[in-house]
């Protein structure tokens, strides 16, 4: 079946400190696997995005794991700031090129 | 600006009218989907093209939904017999090969 789950829904971190945000899906053939950043109003962007033939990648402040035998990936962000704030999206696909389904969301605020 | 356009940006509407939307891709992108966003919730998978054909549905797109992309450049998206539920962002997102989908800023729709 199709499905991405998402968590925690919300995630309150102080300026400075580091976040992380876990998805676990079910499709055993899925390779593909974004996250995108949706501030309000605004368009999903991709923050970063990893295939199965990795385990991680890093992206200065932010690296996604993955555990394709568990079947869950993970979005770090170290050194918060204020403008890491913003509802982010993991999800997953056969590829890039195909449907992404998506986790339902979690709403990170970095605080001052 | 040449990243995905999409109009309009909000539609107004009373129950039962249709609606139709545009969406232009990324020049060149190959795969252009349409996903509807509901307040809170991530994006949902309605349908997507390669060049011209359409090579999948969701079973969340009713037969009141058609989606066209005629010469494989813009998209349009047509509601018919528009209803309460029908009230989303509609989401227009594309890509090329194997590269990672752009989206747009989306078309917000409101049901009265």
């Known amino acids: 079946g199709e499905n991405v789950e998402q968590h925690p829904s919300t995630l309150s971190v102080q300026e400075g400190d580091s976040a992380v945000i876990k998805c676990t899906y079910s499709?055993?053939?899925?390779?593909?696997f974004p996250w995108y950043k949706q501030e309000l109003g605004k368009r999903p962007q991709l923050i970063i995005d990893?295939?199965?033939?990795?385990g991680e990648k890093k992206d200065q402040r932010i690296a996604v794991t993955l555990n394709k035998t568990a079947k869950h990936f993970s979005l770090h962000i170290t050194e918060t700031q204020p403008e890491d704030s913003a509802v982010y999206f993991c999800?997953?696909?056969?590829?890039?090129?195909?449907?992404?389904?998506f986790g339902s969301g979690t709403r990170l605020l970095v605080r001052p | 600006d040449t990243g995905v356009s999409q109009n309009p940006r909000h539609k107004i509407t009373k129950r039962g009218q249709n609606v139709t939307f545009r969406c232009d891709p990324i020049?060149?992108?190959?795969?252009l989907y349409w996903y509807r966003q509901t307040l809170g919730q991530g994006p949902e998978f309605l349908t997507y093209?390669?060049?011209?054909?359409?090579?999948?549905k969701s079973r969340l797109l009713s037969d009141r939904f058609s989606a066209e992309r005629p010469k494989g450049s813009f998209s349009t998206l047509e509601i018919q017999r528009t209803e309460q539920g029908d009230s989303a962002m509609y989401l227009c997102?594309?890509?090329?090969?194997?590269?990672?989908?752009?989206f747009g800023d989306g078309t917000r729709l409101s049901i009265l």
């Open positions: 997102a594309s890509s090329v090969d194997s590269q990672p989908q752009h």
């Open positions: 499709d055993s053939a899925s390779n593909y």
């Open positions: 990893i295939r199965s033939n990795v």
């Open positions: 999800a997953e696909a056969l590829d890039s090129s195909y449907k992404l389904i």
């Open positions: 020049s060149e992108h190959n795969r």
């Open positions: 093209f390669q060049n011209e054909a359409q090579l999948e």
